[in-house]
């Protein structure tokens, strides 16, 4: 019998035992192969195939091992990645289950060199807030460790001359880029930490690639600064770029400029403080001596305490004197941008058509003055006529004829009478007057020639 | 920079705490009156000081240097130097 003679496996048992040979022979192992298929699951997972010119083999990388450098791997990368073969029974397949990923190009390389120093020093307590030193408020003395010929010194020495010129810079020179910069970085750390003057240190430079950096992402610095006994303000490169030394350091600051205003006061809070107590000592004298005064009925007029107040008020004044001159002297530079822009604004207000409106409006309401006067000065010619013409029709009206003592002859029809042919002897009349009229009967009839034509 | 007036940046805080020290004193009062006029003319003398100082006060940028395997402090050349370079 087959069975007697060779043992009979179900498929399960032989996957099983498949599985625990490879995965107890291969739990820990380095392979570099190719990526393809390298996309991330809707799980977050990634699952690729590692590739050279004959083979091949799955690979599953969970999402938990997922960094940003992993993120940035692309099909045809070259890739070593460690981990374990695992078998999946139900499909019967083998994998590698991918702890780490290490690309060959030297970015992606920096890049998870940084993850795996960022955990181990995270896990080693070096990052946590109880190590932190506070950053002194009122620092006399700062030690700076960067690029004597960088951008970020510069920038520092003009923040502080900006906020405060009495806090003092020391710069310890040093490479912050290349091979020997973290080495010199760290000398530097150690020297300010011998000298007694120093009160805080800034460490930094500009913006850079990860590669330029990279000092910065060393562990011998990130060692050095958290050996420090004195505040470490870590400054690297821009908002966005984050380094080891940010994590360790006491302060982590934006950028170089950020550092020095983290250190330096601005002068006004030294004006404040000094004013504050002058204000102080001021109230309290003059109420110590009017207190004094009310005591002493008789000294209420003394000459002396008259004049005690008089220093005090003169030397006040002189304090006055003091801060305005300062707060103008800080308030200068900024007046002068500030009037510059003033001038420009001022230069296009003249010039703008805004302008010209009133000047219109004036030609406007001149104008509209003239046309109403003229016009007024029409209406009042023409009333005049109209006056005059009114009063020479009245003049001709009947009306003003019979109030003037003449009355017109009516016949019995009420036509006119203008000659006495039309007239005879018995005929009724009607005489018109100014007010009321005559009825009479004629009794005579003379005719007479009109005046006017016995004068031909 | 640092040319001009050496300024001593602890002798300024101290001058400073002297200063409110003084006002504290004259607050509480109980003094004579020529102690309490003592206290506010130094005062204000103080004040005046910390003022000046505020004043002239000058940056000092120092560097060092190697010299013969031993640091030394020189000025720094801000207004020469400055390529930007890293």
Redesign the interface.
Known sequence: MVEERFHIYTVSEITEEIKNILESNFYEILVRGEVSNFRPASSGHYYFVLKDENSQIKCVLFRSMVSEGVKRIRDGDEIVVYGGISLYPPRGEYQIIVNRVFLQDKKGALYLEFERLKEKLEKEGLFSKEHKIGIPSFPKKIGVATSKSGAAILDIIKTLRRRNPLVEILLYPVKVQGESASKEIVKAIEYFNRRKDIDVIIIGRGGGSIEDLWPFNEEIVARAIFKSKKPIISAVGHERDFTISDFVADKRAETPTAAARIVAMPLSVYLERIFTSTERLKRAVLREIDFKRNRIEILKKERGFFLFERRILNLYQDIDLFVFKIQMGMKRNLEKKRDKIFSNFEKLKFNSPIKQIPEKMDFFRVARERLIFLFQNFLKSKSERIEFLKRTIYNMSPQSVLARGYSITLDEEGRSIRNVTSLKRGDKIYSLLYEGKIVSKVEEIKEEKRWEEEKK | ?GRGKK?N??N??EE?EK??K???M??E?N?P?DE??K???D??KV??E??????E?????????EEEGE?K?VD?P?EG??????
């Open positions: 920079m300024v940046f602890k300024f805080e400073l200063l409110e003084y006002a504290k004259l607050e009062g003094l009156l309490a006029m206290i506010f003319e005062g204000m004040a005046k910390c003022l000046k100082t505020l004043k006060a000058e940056q000092r940028v120092k560097m060092l240097i640091l402090e720094f801000f130097g400055g390529k930007d370079e890293f």
